[in-house]
């Protein structure tokens, strides 16, 4: 466990490359106020935290994104930030705990897997005001077919407000994206590994299937997919959020059925989908997740031809932004395109390779979702 306190943080260097937008397609919301000491006080004693999964906050993912919005917080609000970061699951409850003590007035738990621990410290807190990202905070409530406790929608603490995004939306313009370039080159193969079976991950996966489907219907085109059945909700997983010997053999594996284009869901594991493709030296490229890729890690920007990006940085940021007005909400969030809280990155130095007039096509694929003329969910839609 690691606990630190950092006042006015300047300069987050990934904040302005998360915040890249796929050209024609809209841009990315623009958190305000956007320069240095413009918001306005706090209230007084307000101290914001944030506790991340077990990925830790260098994962170049969620948990990075995460701590650069409430960096940006502490830096324009001229306050103390306490971030604590997890080395495994067994942290979440005694970091919750730690910054209990501290004395934090508002905590943010990066991720799905920490939502019990989260919901047991809200409980205990009532005093206390949390967010938590890809979850509801819904445990109990129903009962599943096993007997055991699910969620029934509602969050099971009255002072957690969820973070959440309808990824889906963003996952199909990348599918779409994937297959046009895989059918460019010839190969007409795409792929995806996740890390854990959990919908924060399967969401991507549901929108990036569709996407490729999209694309072989409006072609006529014959893209094939592996890694993920979208009817069955079954597919490839590397089952772990690390980058090791077990996630780049599944990323090998799946470049050895011939994809040239791979999408990792899982944080880190793109570093072993990176390896196993420059091991492979076949001209495969892959796909980013979270953050803008290609920016939060200039040593993979040569492999990323485009990132699906959830704006966690600018959710933080605003959730940050209400409690320290003391306007703190807990009405779920919910990201999508329309809202700018999900979209596809730039396309950066793979933007003079593509496809004649794939970026309008993904604009205009972009405005039908958003107008409703074309439907994309998953049975993790938030």
């Given at each position: 466990m690691t606990i630190s306190r950092t006042k006015k943080l300047v300069g987050v260097t990934a904040a302005a490359g998360i915040l890249l937008a796929l050209a024609g397609c809209g841009s990315a919301p623009e958190a305000s106020p956007t320069e240095s000491g413009a918001a306005g006080p706090a209230v007084e004693g307000f101290t914001p935290c944030i506790v991340s999964d077990d990925g830790g906050f260098n994962d170049k993912s969620f948990n990075q994104s995460a701590l650069e919005g409430m960096q940006k917080d502490a830096d324009e609000l001229d306050v103390d930030l306490i971030d604590v970061e997890s080395s495994s699951q067994n942290d979440y409850a005694p970091n919750l705990e730690n910054l209990v003590a501290e004395g934090c007035t508002f905590i943010v738990s990066v991720g799905f897997k920490l939502s019990a621990d989260t919901v047991a410290s809200a409980l205990a807190n009532p005093d206390i005001e949390y967010a938590i990202i890809d979850d509801r905070a819904d445990n109990t409530g129903a009962t599943g077919d096993d007997g055991k406790d699910t969620g029934d929608g509602k969050t099971d603490a009255p002072n957690i407000k969820p973070l959440l995004f309808d990824t889906v939306q963003a996952a199909y313009l990348g599918g779409y994206a994937a297959a046009a370039w895989s059918a460019a080159s010839g190969v007409n193969s795409v792929g995806t590994v996740g890390g854990i079976p959990?919908?924060?991950?399967?969401?991507?996966?549901?929108?990036?299937?569709?996407?490729?489907?999209?694309?072989?219907?409006?072609?006529?085109?014959?893209?094939?997919?592996?890694?993920?059945?979208?009817?069955?909700?079954?597919?490839?997983?590397?089952?772990?959020?690390?980058?090791?010997?077990?996630?780049?053999?599944?990323?090998?594996?799946?470049?050895?059925?011939?994809?040239?284009?791979?999408?990792?869901?899982?944080?880190?594991?793109?570093?072993?989908?990176?390896?196993?493709?420059?091991?492979?030296?076949?001209?495969?490229?892959?796909?980013?997740?979270?953050?803008?890729?290609?920016?939060?890690?200039?040593?993979?920007?040569?492999?990323?031809?485009?990132?699906?990006?959830?704006?966690?940085?600018?959710?933080?940021?605003?959730?940050?932004?209400?409690?320290?007005?003391?306007?703190?909400?807990?009405?779920?969030?919910?990201?999508?395109?329309?809202?700018?809280?999900?979209?596809?990155?730039?396309?950066?130095?793979?933007?003079?390779?593509?496809?004649?007039?794939l970026v309008d096509e993904l604009a205009a694929l972009q405005e039908q979702i958003i107008s409703g003329d074309i439907e994309v969910t998953s049975p993790s839609s938030p």
């Open positions: 959990i919908p924060p991950v399967t969401i991507f996966m549901d929108g990036y299937i569709d996407g490729v489907e999209k694309y072989n219907e409006d072609k006529g085109a014959s893209v094939a997919t592996y890694g993920w059945d979208v009817a069955g909700q079954t597919g490839q997983f590397t089952n772990n959020f690390t980058a090791n010997d077990d996630s780049k053999q599944a990323m090998q594996t799946a470049l050895d059925q011939g994809v040239d284009v791979l999408l990792p869901v899982g944080g880190p594991i793109f570093q072993s989908a990176a390896q196993a493709i420059r091991d492979t030296d076949n001209g495969a490229v892959m796909l980013g997740v979270d953050s803008d890729l290609a920016v939060a890690d200039p040593s993979v920007a040569d492999l990323v031809l485009v990132s699906i990006m959830k704006r966690i940085d600018t959710a933080v940021y605003d959730a940050t932004m209400a409690a320290a007005a003391d306007e703190f909400d807990v009405a779920p969030y919910i990201g999508t395109l329309e809202n700018e809280g999900v979209g596809l990155s730039s396309f950066h130095d793979f933007e003079s390779q593509l496809p004649e007039g």
